[in-house]
């Protein structure tokens, strides 16, 4: 403890750390689909929305990210995005209190949402919290398994709605189909492209990704055919689901000036990155304008 540090100001900026680490900012990117896909199943204000949505917004949050930042701290060190609201830099004295914040907060809503829960929204349940876990944790650290890790990061997205869905006891159509076939493709590009600007230190730290493995520009060009693919897919889904081909767009105009960046020049693509995080609550909006049509129709 640093002289003049009292045990309750240390708690409180070790508290915050925790927090932090959860990544607040990107907090609504997993609450959000799961509330929309299960109040436009049920149109109903229940228990179980409320739950669910609390859960998907912070302990859900706090374990996907606070796993990583545990087990990805040495490479963090070199990473100069780390220690702000793209990611905590965890003192290592609280990497266990991190470690047992995440299982004391998500224990309790996950037992709840397993019984409210039917066979399907277990299963769901099951691998959104697998997925969640294995791409950080020793030993199946999916985030280092190129193409792997950007399927499992889209999983940390998707997953969220089909949960709500299947406990919303919500029937198969093509076009629900359609719409999630179209959010993994736009979570996956989101993933490939967010490794971009980590090339230097992820091979500094011989970390492998989708990035480091087929270099800065291939993975630029995969991330937009993977946005262009996702809007697609929504023009095929039934009236107002093209709107949201839309969406795709401000994703391929950010990204697209760097069609042609190199390696070297891989960690300036932070300045898009920064703008993608706001893009999200763009996106956000005008995907909330839609359901609302889609509600009303």
């Given at each position: 403890?640093?002289?003049?540090?009292?045990?309750?100001?240390?708690?409180?900026?070790?508290?915050?750390?925790?927090?932090?680490?959860?990544?607040?900012?990107?907090?609504?990117?997993?609450?959000?689909?799961?509330?929309?896909?299960?109040?436009?199943?049920?149109?109903?204000?229940?228990?179980?929305?409320?739950?669910?949505?609390?859960?998907?917004?912070?302990?859900?949050?706090?374990?996907?990210?606070?796993?990583?930042?545990?087990?990805?701290?040495?490479?963090?060190?070199?990473?100069?995005?780390?220690?702000?609201?793209?990611?905590?830099?965890?003192?290592?004295?609280?990497?266990?209190?991190t470690l047992w914040a995440a299982a004391g907060t998500n224990i309790p809503f996950l037992?709840?949402?397993?019984?409210?829960?039917?066979?399907?929204?277990?299963?769901?349940?099951?691998?959104?919290?697998?997925?969640?876990?294995?791409?950080?944790?020793?030993?199946?650290?999916?985030?280092?398994?190129?193409?792997?890790?950007?399927?499992?990061?889209?999983?940390?997205?998707?997953?969220?709605?089909?949960?709500?869905?299947?406990?919303?006891?919500?029937?198969?159509?093509?076009?629900?189909?359609?719409?999630?076939?179209?959010?993994?493709?736009?979570?996956?590009?989101?993933?490939?492209?967010?490794?971009?600007?980590?090339?230097?230190?992820?091979?500094?730290?011989?970390?492998?990704?989708?990035?480091?493995?087929?270099?800065?520009?291939?993975?630029?060009?995969?991330?937009?055919?993977?946005?262009?693919?996702?809007?697609?897919?929504?023009?095929?889904?039934?009236?107002?689901?093209?709107?949201?081909?839309?969406?795709?767009?401000?994703?391929?105009?950010?990204?697209?000036?760097?069609?042609?960046?190199?390696?070297?020049?891989?960690?300036?693509?932070?300045?898009?990155?920064?703008?993608?995080?706001?893009?999200?609550?763009?996106?956000?909006?005008?995907?909330?304008?839609?359901?609302?049509?889609?509600?009303?129709?």
């Open positions: 403890m640093s002289a003049g540090a009292t045990p309750s100001r240390t708690l409180g900026r070790d508290l915050a750390q925790i927090l932090l680490s959860s990544r607040p900012i990107s907090w609504i990117n997993t609450a959000f689909p799961f509330a929309a896909a299960y109040l436009l199943t049920t149109r109903e204000l229940d228990a179980t929305l409320l739950v669910g949505t609390l859960y998907f917004l912070i302990p859900y949050n706090l374990a996907m990210y606070g796993i990583n930042d545990v087990f990805d701290y040495a490479s963090d060190l070199a990473n100069p995005r780390k220690g702000g609201i793209e990611g905590a830099l965890l003192a290592p004295r609280i990497h266990r209190a037992a709840y949402l397993v019984i409210v829960g039917n066979p399907a929204s277990w299963f769901w349940l099951a691998v959104s919290v697998f997925a969640v876990i294995a791409y950080s944790a020793p030993v199946l650290r999916f985030k280092e398994r190129p193409f792997l890790d950007s399927m499992t990061s889209s999983t940390h997205f998707v997953s969220p709605a089909i949960v709500g869905l299947a406990l919303a006891g919500a029937s198969v159509t093509s076009a629900t189909t359609l719409t999630l076939v179209a959010f993994f493709l736009w979570g996956m590009a989101a993933h490939a492209f967010g490794a971009v600007q980590d090339v230097g230190p992820d091979r500094e730290a011989g970390i492998s990704s989708i990035a480091t493995v087929i270099g800065a520009r291939a993975t630029v060009r995969l991330s937009l055919s993977l946005w262009v693919l996702a809007g697609a897919a929504m023009l095929l889904t039934p009236w107002p689901g093209p709107l949201a081909a839309v969406l795709a767009l401000p994703y391929v105009v950010n990204a697209a000036p760097w069609w042609n960046v190199d390696d070297a020049g891989s960690a300036a693509t932070n300045r898009a990155w920064r703008r993608f995080i706001a893009l999200n609550y763009f996106a956000g909006f005008l995907a909330t304008m839609i359901l609302i049509l889609a509600w009303v129709s």
